[in-house]
């Protein structure tokens, strides 16, 4: 089956820009989130967590705890069962956020770091002893900042499996060749913490055995393989439920202590136990994107055409995990044709919780640091930025010469200049005004790779006509359920009132973890083949029977559309027919996708895009004020345009914020996390967000999949801190290096 | 959060009764700081006694042409005002500057005024803090202290006062009504109503334990009218102050007559400038006099390494504040 054969009639809904098929329960509250889950006897957990950030816990004095009325025990390291490694052994699967169990020792790595856990009958009750225990430690001076962990300094070979250094050709050479414009800076982008607005949160109950858990996650598969792994089950004993989630941008990707915690308290407790990360928590224990020192050289003949780019990148980890933040490998390694490029990444180990993904991990900091410098490249040449950047179009990609399965930046560029009135811009910093106010405009490219990853799916097609179809697969709020339901309709020629999509449930095929903005693409392709499976499930059900008007027909003349199977000569036999023929209630048909196929491999698989941002700021009370903005964006086919414009706006609100705002504080004596609330951790309001213009160009992308499409949920934050910085620089003259670019920062 | 006892008053004198006799106890009233702090684990009161029933909402005019506004007078209400609005604008423009919509709507006149600070080792309790308590030593003196004070500070605490509309009451000269333990009131204007920090950062008001805010009183000056609040912050809405201003201009003829400055977001306790006053009493409304006032409001000041940017950005903000209130079509 190709994208062409599907083009004539997968289109009745795939497309469309309908509602959200969760909306209602959303709005009206019947969604119901991992903590909301209350299974009988439920007791709540409190997570405590050291004050210190290195050192050891010397003894835990839980007497005055355990006397407050409620109170069911109090773990700590001293009396909990021990974990299974959680990093290696069977079932293979998930990934731990931090590599060391809960409670596996006395040793403290990081401030935050649980090292008791409470159980009351209420949360009051666990809150209130958790507050009365007495904790004595033996510190060691914690190492907290990047300048001060040099010594701990690597260059990793791999980073979750596949290369992060990259080289080719003799950069060093290039940019010491006299006569080149050069631009040489330091990029650096602070600590930033997810903060999704539901609580992670898991709810464990124990029948013998078999473990069922409610989880807020990003990968139901992955977790119930790291419980298995943790309690030394088999995975066929741990169910993970996860209907909804309230947002994760990577912190619920991976699986952190507090799942492991719920289990354990709830195995202690002999009772279901239900434990909430708290806001503070939030800031310690499901990670953070780690703070990044990137240091670029570009140089360019007159013509703009880059002779040398070098990105060497920074990042810090913590001692329980060895998480990177790759920066240059999915930016400046393949965004421009260049022959001569360095993309070293350093790490460096502090006392510090675990780092973790966060939406467009690497690209996200790494295109603020290439994009910023490519602007000032274009300030050094006197060359507009978008001339700069087309005449350094990598027509395929450069890092490793494959071509691309579908670029189309160029019409991001384009269109973006025209929606936005681009050719108006005074290249002069300074020389734009809204009357007293500063005005400027800044642009960036946009880049995220194309992900697709083994998925499954099953459809079972009942007698009333209508399908059901699942994977376990995740919500994050993004629009999955309804952009799967469309594609589940479509592909069995059904409308879509008539398809019911479930996720969020390990019980259901298996799917990858909603990250890297794979789920579009991995979990549509599954659906895709299973309704395949099902059409010809169906084609020899019709055949079977002699009376049936298919009878005799060839499968590959047959087609799933209006509700019936048909043939180009016979209107067919409806489904729900098709489906008593087969004398079962039902009729089911799974599919499983590889990873990768042969004409996967040979090609570069990206999304690519254009953003287009205006400021305005006061000269003398100067916060920046994102007025208007306007991204293009090429993901392929858009399932639906609402829930992916949607994706855009988010990840531009998103890269507003890390321009403007985001800035997770450690005490620098402490490592405590000193603004650990979202009253002194902003993020935008509504206030602080003008207008976003956001569209699509690009056709089906023909390689990915079947459908052509590829994930839109982190494409729309990359570049966006550049354009905005790139704008500050074109209203004030002050280039401004070092995010967030706070008011303070331009006074 | 330490158990509690909570029981609901049913006139001032038996909510102050109720206070008195206990050195646990607590007014609530809108309750965002207090339950907020309780949870933290940084307060502690072992009663509650509410006050949300008592009669202490109302918003009326005074003999003399001022206005009284009851304790229990949400801030959403006060600030929604028509009178509010026409004839101290700059309190109006306080209270809708500061929280949001759903807090605005629980928070209290009175409650508002004993607002606590933001700082957070304050609100960290497993920091040393001087005020949270005393003798513990200050973590902020040398931690993260970008948004502590410049201005009331001392060697003991750097917390700053966090709210808005107390800095436009304390601009406008809002005298502060009370109810003591032995039925007396007593009446206190708000720049003597918060105390230096001095040795005991814990200590903020004049009020005595059990003392109960009935109601503040506002001026009946018609010029008052001339008043603006302005509020620099890291992002647009819903953040508390990095450097504020509150002021209110009596122009003449280009000339200013009177003037009231009062600064927020930067000072342990609304901060009224008497300095930044005297500047611009006789001066002539224009530029110079604005820098003049805001170089004098800032002199004192005495910044740490984090917040020393707000020296610049308070004057700026102040100058700014003054050019807008004397750029106003006052009827």
Request: hydrophobic residues 40%.
């Amino acid at each position: 089956m190709t994208a062409a054969a599907l083009d004539g009639r997968m289109t009745a809904a795939v497309g469309q820009p309908i509602d959200r098929v969760d909306g209602r329960a959303k709005v009206t509250g019947a969604a119901k989130y991992a903590a909301e889950f209350r299974p009988n006897r439920l007791a709540q957990a409190i997570a405590v967590q050291s004050t210190i950030a290195r050192g050891s816990v010397v003894s835990i004095d839980t007497a005055a705890a355990s006397r407050v009325p409620g109170v069911i025990t109090v773990l700590t390291s001293a009396n909990a069962p021990k974990l299974k490694s959680l990093k290696e052994g069977a079932p293979s699967g998930g990934h731990a956020g931090e590599d060391l169990p809960p409670f596996s020792g006395e040793e403290i790595h990081f401030a935050g770091q649980y090292i008791a856990l409470v159980i009351a009958e209420k949360v009051h009750q666990a809150r209130r002893a958790a507050a009365l225990l007495k904790v004595n430690y033996r510190e060691e001076k914690p190492v907290l900042e990047i300048e001060d962990a040099g010594a701990s300094a690597t260059y990793p070979k791999k980073n979750m499996g596949r290369d992060v250094q990259h080289s080719r050709g003799d950069a060093a050479a290039a940019l010491a060749v006299p006569g080149v414009a050069k631009v040489e800076q330091t990029y650096t982008t602070p600590v930033e913490t997810h903060n999704p607005m539901e609580l992670s949160a898991t709810v464990a109950e124990w029948r013998g055995e078999r473990l069922t858990v409610w989880d807020a996650t990003q990968a139901v598969i992955g977790t119930r393989a790291t419980l298995a792994r943790a309690f030394g089950v088999p995975k066929e004993n741990v169910r993970v439920v996860c209907p909804y989630v309230g947002g994760g941008f990577g912190c619920k990707g991976s699986q952190w202590p507090h799942t492991f915690l719920a289990a354990m308290g709830a195995k202690a407790a002999g009772r279901p136990v239900r434990l909430v990360v708290s806001r503070a928590q939030m800031f310690t224990s499901v990670g953070h994107r780690p703070p990044t020192v990137q240091k670029l050289a570009l140089a360019a003949g007159p013509d703009g055409k880059l002779t040398a780019i070098r990105h060497e990148s920074t990042s810090s980890t913590s001692p329980v995990t060895d998480y990177i933040e790759p920066c240059g490998k999915s930016t400046s390694a393949m965004l421009y044709a260049c022959a001569n490029a360095d993309i070293p990444q350093r790490l460096v180990r502090v006392n510090v919780a675990a780092p973790t993904f966060m939406r467009a991990p690497g690209e996200s900091p790494g295109t603020f640091a290439i994009e910023c410098a490519m602007d000032e490249l274009a300030v050094a040449l006197q060359m507009d930025p978008v001339e700069l950047r087309l005449r350094n179009h990598a027509d395929t990609n450069p890092s490793d010469g494959k071509p691309w399965s579908s670029k189309r930046l160029k019409e991001c560029y384009a269109l973006g200049v025209e929606r936005f009135g681009w050719q108006r811009r005074t290249a002069e910093p300074r020389s734009m005004r809204d009357g007293s106010l500063l005005v400027g405009w800044g642009m960036a490219t946009a880049v995220y790779p194309g992900n697709r990853w083994p998925a499954s799916a099953i459809i079972r097609l009942t007698r009333d006509g209508r399908a059901l179809v699942r994977a376990a697969t995740q919500d994050l709020g993004t629009g999955a359920y309804t952009i799967f339901t469309q594609v589940s309709a479509d592909a069995l020629g059904l409308p879509v009132e008539r398809v019911t999509f479930e996720l969020g449930d390990s019980d259901f095929p298996e799917a990858p973890v909603s990250g890297g903005s794979n789920s579009t693409a991995s979990v549509s392709e599954a659906i895709v083949q299973a309704a395949a499976k099902m059409k010809t499930k169906l084609g020899s059900i019709a055949a079977k029977d002699p009376r049936s008007p298919l009878s005799g027909a060839r499968p590959e003349d047959l087609s799933l559309s209006n509700g019936r199977l048909s043939s180009a000569s016979n209107a067919g036999v409806a489904l729900e027919e098709l489906v008593r023929m087969s004398g079962e209630e039902a009729v089911e048909a799974q599919a499983m996708v590889a990873l990768e196929d042969e004409k996967t491999k040979k090609y570069a698989i990206h999304s690519f895009g254009a953003h287009f941002c205006e400021v305005k700021i006061d000269p003398l009370l100067p916060r920046v004020q994102t007025t208007r903005w306007v991204s293009v964006m090429n993901i392929g086919r858009v399932l639906n345009p609402k829930t992916s414009r949607s994706q855009v706006l988010g990840g531009v609100t998103m890269g507003i914020g890390m321009a403007l705002m985001e800035h997770t504080v450690y005490d620098r004596r402490t490592g405590r996390p000193v603004n650990d609330n979202l009253a002194d951790y902003p993020v935008p309001v509504n206030a602080d967000i003008g207008s976003i213009d956001v569209s699509f160009v690009g056709e089906p992308d023909p390689v990915i999949n079947t459908l052509g499409c590829r994930g839109v949920g982190e494409i729309g934050i990359t570049g966006a801190a550049a354009a905005v910085a790139n704008a500050v620089y074109h209203a004030t003259g002050r280039r401004i290096r070092d995010l967030p670019i706070t008011p303070d920062k331009l006074l | 959060m330490t158990p509690f006892t909570y029981s609901r008053a049913s006139s001032p004198k038996e909510a102050v009764a109720a206070v008195s006799r206990d050195p646990r106890a607590a007014f609530l009233g809108g309750g965002t700081t207090i339950v907020d702090l309780m949870q933290l684990e940084v307060v502690h009161p072992g009663r509650l006694v509410d006050i949300n029933t008592l009669d202490l909402t109302r918003i009326e005019p005074l003999k003399g042409g001022g206005i009284r506004v009851g304790a229990l007078v949400r801030n959403s209400d006060l600030a929604k005002d028509p009178v509010i609005r026409r004839r101290y604008p700059v309190l109006s423009e306080a209270i809708l500057a500061g929280a949001s919509a759903q807090i605005r709507n629980m928070a209290t006149t009175g409650g508002n005024l004993l607002q606590r600070t933001r700082c957070q080792y304050f609100r960290d309790v497993h920091s040393p803090c001087n005020k949270r308590e005393p003798g513990s030593g200050c973590a902020a003196l040398d931690g993260y202290n970008r948004i502590h004070a410049l201005l009331g500070t001392s060697d003991k605490c750097i917390a700053t006062f966090p709210g808005d509309m107390p800095v436009a009451l304390a601009a406008l000269g809002g005298v502060v009504r009370t109810r003591r333990e032995d039925g007396t009131e007593r009446q206190i204007p708000l720049s003597d109503f918060y105390v230096s920090y001095g040795d005991d950062p814990a200590r903020e008001t004049v009020l005595a334990h059990g003392e109960l805010i009935t109601a503040v009183d506002l001026p009946g000056d018609g010029w008052l009218a001339r008043s603006h609040y302005l509020k620099m912050r890291d992002r647009a809405s819903y953040e508390f102050a990095l450097a504020s201003a509150a002021v209110a201009l009596d122009v003449a003829g280009g000339t200013i007559r009177q003037a009231r400055v009062a600064l927020g977001g930067i000072a342990t306790k609304p901060w009224r400038s008497a300095e930044a006053e005297k500047a611009l009493m006789g001066a002539t409304a224009g530029e110079a006099a604005w820098k003049a006032a805001a170089e004098a409001a800032l002199s004192g000041a005495r910044p740490r390494q984090h917040n020393a940017f707000k020296v610049e950005l308070a004057k700026r903000t102040l100058a700014r504040a003054l050019a807008t209130a004397a750029a106003l079509s006052v009827a």
